[in-house]
Protein backbone atom coordinates (compact mmCIF):
# COMPACT_ATOMS: atom_id res chain seq x y z
CA UNK A 1 0.00 0.00 0.00
CA UNK A 2 1.81 3.60 -1.00
CA UNK A 3 1.11 6.96 -0.88
CA UNK A 4 1.08 7.99 3.01
CA UNK A 5 -2.42 5.38 4.00
CA UNK A 6 -0.42 3.19 6.22
CA UNK A 7 1.67 6.29 8.22
CA UNK A 8 4.23 6.00 5.33
CA UNK A 9 5.12 7.11 1.63
CA UNK A 10 4.91 3.65 0.71
CA UNK A 11 4.18 0.44 3.89
CA UNK A 12 7.45 -1.23 3.26
CA UNK A 13 9.36 1.38 4.74
CA UNK A 14 7.74 0.10 8.45
CA UNK A 15 9.32 -3.80 7.92
CA UNK A 16 12.72 -2.78 7.28
CA UNK A 17 12.77 -4.36 3.43
CA UNK A 18 14.03 -2.76 0.27
CA UNK A 19 11.55 -4.50 -2.77
CA UNK A 20 13.39 -3.99 -6.34
CA UNK A 21 10.32 -2.78 -8.00
CA UNK A 22 7.36 -0.69 -6.80
CA UNK A 23 4.56 -0.11 -8.69
CA UNK A 24 1.83 3.19 -7.96
CA UNK A 25 -1.30 3.73 -9.37
CA UNK A 26 -4.80 5.65 -8.12
CA UNK A 27 -3.35 7.43 -5.19
CA UNK A 28 -0.10 8.97 -7.23
CA UNK A 29 -2.44 11.43 -9.22
CA UNK A 30 -5.67 11.51 -6.65
CA UNK A 31 -8.09 10.91 -9.39
CA UNK A 32 -5.78 11.10 -12.72
CA UNK A 33 -5.31 8.16 -14.16
CA UNK A 34 -1.64 7.28 -13.78
CA UNK A 35 1.11 4.68 -13.24
CA UNK A 36 4.67 4.21 -12.40
CA UNK A 37 6.90 1.65 -12.13
CA UNK A 38 10.04 2.04 -9.35
CA UNK A 39 12.81 -0.09 -9.47
CA UNK A 40 16.37 -0.26 -7.91
CA UNK A 41 18.82 1.01 -10.31
CA UNK A 42 20.20 -2.45 -11.13
CA UNK A 43 16.70 -3.23 -12.27
CA UNK A 44 16.40 -0.31 -13.75
CA UNK A 45 19.82 -1.09 -15.79
CA UNK A 46 18.42 -4.40 -17.22
CA UNK A 47 15.88 -3.60 -18.74
CA UNK A 48 15.54 -2.43 -22.53
CA UNK A 49 12.79 -0.49 -24.38
CA UNK A 50 10.15 -2.37 -24.71
CA UNK A 51 10.77 -4.58 -21.33
CA UNK A 52 7.96 -2.41 -19.68
CA UNK A 53 5.14 -0.70 -21.19
CA UNK A 54 2.27 1.83 -19.52
CA UNK A 55 -1.13 3.00 -20.62
CA UNK A 56 -1.30 5.74 -18.00
CA UNK A 57 2.41 6.35 -18.05
CA UNK A 58 4.27 9.41 -18.64
CA UNK A 59 2.85 12.30 -20.48
CA UNK A 60 3.03 16.12 -19.32
CA UNK A 61 -0.68 16.23 -17.89
CA UNK A 62 0.04 13.52 -15.76
CA UNK A 63 3.33 14.17 -15.18
CA UNK A 64 2.09 17.72 -13.41
CA UNK A 65 -0.84 16.12 -11.67
CA UNK A 66 1.51 14.06 -9.87
CA UNK A 67 3.71 17.17 -8.80
CA UNK A 68 0.88 18.96 -7.58
CA UNK A 69 -0.14 16.07 -5.35
CA UNK A 70 3.24 15.54 -3.62
CA UNK A 71 3.09 19.12 -3.28
CA UNK A 72 -0.09 18.81 -1.48
CA UNK A 73 1.21 16.00 0.25
CA UNK A 74 4.11 18.31 1.02
CA UNK A 75 1.93 21.71 2.14
CA UNK A 76 -1.19 20.26 4.03
CA UNK A 77 1.54 17.96 5.72
CA UNK A 78 -0.92 14.81 5.19
CA UNK A 79 1.49 12.08 6.58
CA UNK A 80 1.45 14.20 9.55
CA UNK A 81 -2.36 13.68 9.59
CA UNK A 82 -2.16 10.01 8.65
CA UNK A 83 0.27 9.46 11.95
CA UNK A 84 -1.69 11.61 14.49
CA UNK A 85 -5.06 10.34 13.16
CA UNK A 86 -4.36 7.15 13.17
CA UNK A 87 -4.01 6.38 16.22
CA UNK A 88 -7.03 7.72 17.26
CA UNK A 89 -9.11 5.57 15.20
CA UNK A 90 -7.57 2.32 16.45
CA UNK A 91 -8.25 3.74 19.90
CA UNK A 92 -11.56 4.41 19.08
CA UNK A 93 -11.96 0.94 17.14
CA UNK A 94 -11.06 -0.81 20.55
CA UNK A 95 -13.72 0.87 22.33
CA UNK A 96 -16.06 -0.25 20.51
CA UNK A 97 -14.90 -3.65 20.45
CA UNK A 98 -14.49 -3.84 24.35
CA UNK A 99 -18.13 -3.32 24.33
CA UNK A 100 -19.38 -5.75 21.35
CA UNK A 101 -18.94 -9.21 21.99
CA UNK A 102 -19.45 -10.09 18.05
CA UNK A 103 -16.07 -7.74 17.47
CA UNK A 104 -12.82 -10.79 17.37
CA UNK A 105 -10.40 -8.12 15.80
CA UNK A 106 -9.50 -4.47 14.95
CA UNK A 107 -6.16 -4.65 13.34
CA UNK A 108 -4.78 -2.58 10.14
CA UNK A 109 -1.50 -0.12 9.67
CA UNK A 110 -1.88 3.88 9.72
CA UNK A 111 -5.16 4.57 8.39
CA UNK A 112 -6.28 0.75 6.41
CA UNK A 113 -8.13 -0.89 9.04
CA UNK A 114 -9.85 -4.06 9.21
CA UNK A 115 -12.61 -4.69 11.88
CA UNK A 116 -13.37 -8.49 11.75
CA UNK A 117 -16.96 -10.03 13.56
CA UNK A 118 -18.08 -13.30 13.80
CA UNK A 119 -21.42 -13.38 11.88
CA UNK A 120 -21.84 -12.00 8.30
CA UNK A 121 -21.46 -8.40 7.87
CA UNK A 122 -23.34 -7.57 4.69
CA UNK A 123 -25.92 -5.83 6.81
CA UNK A 124 -23.42 -3.63 8.71
CA UNK A 125 -22.49 -2.34 5.52
CA UNK A 126 -25.97 -2.00 4.41
CA UNK A 127 -27.39 0.19 7.06
CA UNK A 128 -24.19 2.39 7.84
CA UNK A 129 -24.33 3.40 3.52
CA UNK A 130 -27.86 4.00 4.43
CA UNK A 131 -26.66 6.50 7.18
CA UNK A 132 -23.79 8.13 4.51
CA UNK A 133 -20.86 6.43 5.92
CA UNK A 134 -18.93 4.58 3.09
CA UNK A 135 -17.74 0.90 4.53
CA UNK A 136 -16.76 -2.47 2.34
CA UNK A 137 -16.55 -5.82 3.27
CA UNK A 138 -13.19 -7.79 3.37
CA UNK A 139 -14.89 -11.18 2.45
CA UNK A 140 -18.14 -12.20 4.87
CA UNK A 141 -17.12 -10.94 8.17
CA UNK A 142 -14.51 -7.64 8.03
CA UNK A 143 -15.44 -4.55 7.75
CA UNK A 144 -12.49 -2.56 5.87
CA UNK A 145 -11.84 0.84 6.43
CA UNK A 146 -9.84 3.24 4.26
CA UNK A 147 -10.63 6.61 4.96
CA UNK A 148 -9.42 9.76 3.35
CA UNK A 149 -5.98 10.53 4.35
CA UNK A 150 -7.41 14.26 5.58
CA UNK A 151 -9.95 12.54 7.99
CA UNK A 152 -10.33 14.83 11.42
CA UNK A 153 -10.40 13.22 14.60
CA UNK A 154 -14.38 14.61 14.30
CA UNK A 155 -15.27 12.64 11.79
CA UNK A 156 -12.97 9.86 13.39
CA UNK A 157 -16.16 10.31 16.04
CA UNK A 158 -18.83 11.04 13.91
CA UNK A 159 -18.25 7.50 11.81
CA UNK A 160 -17.49 5.44 15.21
CA UNK A 161 -21.13 6.85 15.81
CA UNK A 162 -22.77 5.71 12.83
CA UNK A 163 -20.60 1.98 13.60
CA UNK A 164 -21.92 1.80 17.13
CA UNK A 165 -25.84 2.55 15.67
CA UNK A 166 -25.51 -0.03 12.87
CA UNK A 167 -23.72 -2.89 14.53
Avoid: W
Avoid at 15 to 44: H, Q, R, S, W
Avoid at 50 to 75: C, L, M, Q, R, W
Avoid at 97 to 116: F, W
Amino acid sequence: CGMGRTGTMMAYEQYGVKPDIVTLAKALGCGVPVGAFVAKEEVANAMVPGDHGSTYGGNPFVAAAVNAVFDIFEKKKVLDNVNEVAPYLKERLNEVKAKHSDIVDVRGLGLMCGIEFNHPVGDIVKKAMEKGVIMISAGKNIVRLVPPLVITKSDVDKFISVLEEVI
